[in-house]
């Protein structure tokens, strides 16, 4: 098996272009230098005896894989014959799938120097899990766990069995003790072995209003999985850095309207996202729910309890972002948005009401445009940002 990904990764050394840039490149040497080390570090007696030396290379090799293939991919170029190579790579192969092909996050097409590698490990059983590669750029946390072998997956339409033991049945990620938001996907492949995380700096507290998150430049944070049929998590204490430069506008001006006291308080601007920081002013001496009762209920959700207000974000250019993931509905929150192309020099917060819902594409995965959305713009509230 590590003889046929020596092979493809060799493959795809040989379609490297001319082209790519001195720090990717010199990435991708420091990657085919770890496979040729790990291998030349283990004997052939070692290799015949040793069992959880050869997990461990086959480890590093794929880990080295992975790191190549998002490298690759961040560099933006995959020609269509690396593309045939990349798909063929055990763990590669998913991620290409999913973070190139695809293309759901286009921040990741900007990620080349951003990438941190974390090689972590955790053993339980005959099952090992992996955490190859980390992406925090302040804001939110993007990392893939893959488990080589393993179905992480449940079966579809099966009924709870050894048939499913192995995939995913609790997850947890912890910062300072408290759980955080996250979500994830499954990396596609015929083995589903891999899931693509990102955290959010949101904590995780059901039926409450959700506090966000100013995470440090450095911190640990915890990760717990556990799967089916076995007891014991798999915990990783992971070390994150930021990796990304990042502007970070404020504003202390609050706008008013229809006795909405709105202050769009933070815009931080990287290369991997842009986050703004929505937060609702009660007046002084009035509570959260005289506020709410004070607004005309044409700005509140279904349940009518709370500002529905959504958000675009467009530059001096007309140029508008799209949305990761869906808004908030809270009295402070922070909204997920693509990256901005090249810096801007003024950025327009324009809340608006959907007045009537559209409708996504059939079949669509990702960042989609939604068709035939009618917005009422609420231009009192709009917030600009000057970008020095």
Same mark, same amino acid.
């Given at each position: 098996?590590n003889?046929?990904l020596?092979?493809?990764?060799?493959?795809?050394?040989?379609?490297?272009?001319?082209?790519l840039?001195?720090?990717?490149?010199?990435?991708?040497?420091?990657?085919?230098?770890?496979i040729?080390?790990?291998d030349?570090?283990?004997?052939?007696?070692q290799?015949?005896?040793n069992?959880?030396?050869?997990?461990?290379?086959?480890w590093v090799?794929?880990a080295?894989a992975?790191i190549?293939g998002?490298t690759?991919?961040?560099?933006g170029?995959?020609?269509?014959a690396?593309?045939d190579?990349?798909?063929?790579?055990?763990?590669?192969?998913?991620?290409?799938s999913?973070?190139?092909e695809k293309?759901?996050d286009?921040?990741?097409?900007?990620?080349?120097?951003?990438i941190t590698n974390?090689?972590?490990s955790v053993?339980?059983?005959?099952? /090992?899990?992996?955490i190859?590669?980390?992406?925090?750029?302040?804001?939110?946390?993007?990392m893939?766990?893959t488990?080589?072998?393993?179905r992480l997956?449940?079966?579809?339409n099966?009924p709870?069995s050894d048939?499913?033991?192995?995939a995913?049945?609790?997850?947890?990620?912890?910062?300072n003790?408290?759980?955080?938001?996250?979500g994830?996907e499954h990396m596609?492949?015929?083995?589903?072995?891999s899931?693509?995380?990102?955290v959010f700096?949101?904590?995780?507290?059901?039926?409450?209003?959700?506090?966000?998150?100013q995470f440090?430049?450095q911190?640990?944070?915890?990760?717990?999985?556990?799967?089916?049929?076995?007891?014991v998590?798999f915990q990783?204490?992971v070390?994150?850095t930021?990796?990304?430069?990042i502007t970070?506008?404020t504003?202390?001006e609050t706008?008013?309207?229809?006795?909405i006291n709105?202050?769009?308080s933070k815009?931080e601007?990287?290369?991997?996202?842009?986050q703004l920081?929505?937060?609702?002013k009660?007046k002084?001496?009035q509570?959260?729910?005289?506020?709410l009762?004070?607004?005309p209920?044409?700005y509140k959700?279904?349940?009518?309890?709370?500002i529905a207000?959504?958000?675009?974000?467009?530059?001096e250019?007309?140029?508008?972002l799209?949305p990761?993931?869906g808004?908030?509905?809270?009295?402070?929150?922070?909204?997920?948005?693509e990256?901005f192309? /090249?810096?801007?020099?003024t950025?327009?917060i324009?809340?608006y009401l959907?007045?009537?819902?559209?409708q996504?594409?059939a079949?669509?995965?990702?960042?989609?445009?939604v068709k035939?959305?009618?917005?009422e713009y609420?231009?009192?509230?709009?917030?600009?940002f000057s970008?020095?």
């Amino acid at each position: 098996m590590n003889t046929k990904l020596e092979e493809q990764l060799k493959n795809c050394q040989s379609l490297l272009p001319d082209q790519l840039s001195d720090i990717a490149r010199s990435k991708l040497n420091e990657t085919y230098q770890i496979i040729r080390d790990t291998d030349n570090s283990i004997s052939p007696i070692q290799r015949k005896t040793n069992v959880s030396r050869t997990l461990n290379k086959w480890w590093v090799s794929t880990a080295a894989a992975a790191i190549l293939g998002v490298t690759l991919i961040a560099s933006g170029f995959v020609s269509p014959a690396m593309a045939d190579a990349l798909k063929q790579i055990p763990v590669l192969g998913q991620i290409y799938s999913l973070w190139g092909e695809k293309n759901l996050d286009p921040g990741l097409q900007q990620a080349e120097d951003f990438i941190t590698n974390v090689n972590q490990s955790v053993t339980h059983g005959n099952v /090992t899990m992996n955490i190859p590669t980390l992406l925090f750029d302040g804001t939110r946390i993007l990392m893939n766990i893959t488990t080589p072998g393993n179905r992480l997956a449940s079966e579809p339409n099966s009924p709870p069995s050894d048939a499913n033991k192995g995939a995913v049945d609790k997850f947890e990620v912890l910062y300072n003790g408290q759980p955080l938001q996250w979500g994830y996907e499954h990396m596609d492949g015929e083995t589903a072995s891999s899931i693509m995380v990102q955290v959010f700096s949101t904590y995780y507290e059901p039926r409450t209003t959700t506090p966000t998150i100013q995470f440090p430049d450095q911190f640990d944070l915890t990760v717990n999985v556990t799967l089916k049929g076995y007891d014991v998590p798999f915990q990783f204490v992971v070390p994150v850095t930021r990796s990304t430069p990042i502007t970070v506008l404020t504003s202390e001006e609050t706008k008013h309207h229809d006795n909405i006291n709105l202050q769009n308080s933070k815009l931080e601007i990287t290369p991997i996202t842009t986050q703004l920081s929505v937060e609702y002013k009660t007046k002084p001496g009035q509570s959260v729910e005289e506020m709410l009762a004070s607004i005309p209920s044409k700005y509140k959700g279904a349940n009518g309890g709370v500002i529905a207000l959504q958000y675009d974000i467009v530059d001096e250019h007309g140029v508008q972002l799209k949305p990761i993931g869906g808004h908030p509905l809270s009295e402070s929150y922070n909204v997920l948005f693509e990256p901005f192309k /090249t810096q801007p020099r003024t950025v327009t917060i324009k809340p608006y009401l959907i007045v009537s819902e559209g409708q996504a594409p059939a079949g669509a995965i990702g960042l989609v445009e939604v068709k035939n959305i009618v917005k009422e713009y609420i231009p009192e509230l709009e917030t600009v940002f000057s970008v020095q």
